[in-house]
C-alpha cells in the first residue's frame, strides 16, 4: 500500500526515477504473491515456501517446491493462523520462543549445522519460529479439545477385541488388563485428533479461506 501511494505521488508531481520505484513495486508483488487470504489476513508464497524449506531442513530431505507441496504448506499456515486467533479469543496461553531451545537434533560441529541452514536457505529465526508454530499447535489441541475426550470401558473393549490376533502362538496378544492403560491413551489421542479436525473444518468455513491457485502452480 505504501509503495502504491508513493508511486502515485509520483505521478502527480512528475518526480524523476518514480518509474524505477512502481517497476521494482511490481516485481515484488509478482515474486511474493498472495498465496492465500483469510479473511483480511493473508498467507504469501514466500511464506509458503519458507516453510517447506524449514521442513525438508528437519526432515533432511530435498526441497518440494511442487505444486502439491505448497498447497499442503498453505493448508498448514492457515490452521496455524486459524488456532493462534483461536487462542487469543480463548486466553489460552502457548509456548513461548523458549520452548523450542535444543529441539534441533545435535550437529557433530556448529559449522555443519551452520552450513545446513545456509544450504536450505534459512535462518535459526527461521527454523525457531518454524519449531515454536509445531509446538504451539501441539499445546492448543492438547489444552483445548483434550479434557473433553471421554473413552469408556466398552470403547476399549471394543478395540481390543478388533485387535488382529497373532498368526503364531509364540507372540501371543497381551492381555486386556495388560493392554487398557495403551489403548485408552490411543483412544484418548485420536479423539482429541478428531476433535482438532471438526474444529478446523468449521473455522476454516467461517473465516473465509480462499486459495489464489495461481501459486500452487
Do not use: C
Not at 518514480?18 to 514466500?46: N, W
Not at 507372540?171 to 482429541?192: C, M, Y
Amino acid at each position: 500500500m505504501f509503495g502504491h501511494t508513493l508511486v502515485a505521488a509520483g505521478l502527480i508531481l512528475g518526480l524523476p526515477g518514480l518509474e524505477f520505484v512502481f517497476a521494482a513495486s511490481v516485481k515484488a508483488e509478482t515474486l511474493d504473491r498472495i498465496a492465500v487470504s483469510v479473511g483480511q489476513e493473508v498467507i504469501t508464497e514466500s511464506q509458503v515456501i519458507l516453510d517447506l524449506r524449514v521442513a525438508a531442513f528437519l526432515d533432511r530431505k530435498p526441497m518440494d517446491l511442487s505444486g502439491a507441496a505448497k498447497r499442503q504448506s498453505a493448508e498448514r499456515l492457515v490452521d496455524q493462523l486459524l488456532i493462534l486467533r483461536e487462542a487469543v479469543d480463548s486466553h489460552l496461553t502457548l509456548p513461548s520462543t523458549e520452548a523450542t531451545i535444543g529441539l534441533v537434533a545435535p550437529y557433530a560441529a556448529e559449522s555443519d549445522y551452520q552450513a545446513e541452514l545456509k544450504r536450505y536457505g534459512i535462518s535459526e529465526r527461521d527454523l525457531g519460529e518454524h519449531l515454536l508454530a509445531g509446538l504451539r499447535t501441539l499445546s492448543f489441541t492438547d489444552r483445548r479439545f483434550r479434557p473433553d475426550v471421554q473413552v469408556s470401558p466398552e470403547d476399549i473393549r471394543s478395540y481390543y477385541d478388533k485387535l488382529p490376533r497373532p498368526a503364531s502362538t509364540a507372540a501371543p496378544l497381551p492381555s486386556f488388563e495388560d493392554s487398557r492403560e495403551q489403548i485408552e491413551k490411543l483412544l484418548v489421542e485420536q479423539g482429541t485428533l478428531d476433535a482438532l479436525d471438526k474444529w478446523l473444518e468449521m473455522a476454516r468455513k467461517a473465516a473465509n479461506v480462499r486459495y489464489r491457485e495461481k501459486a500452487f502452480e
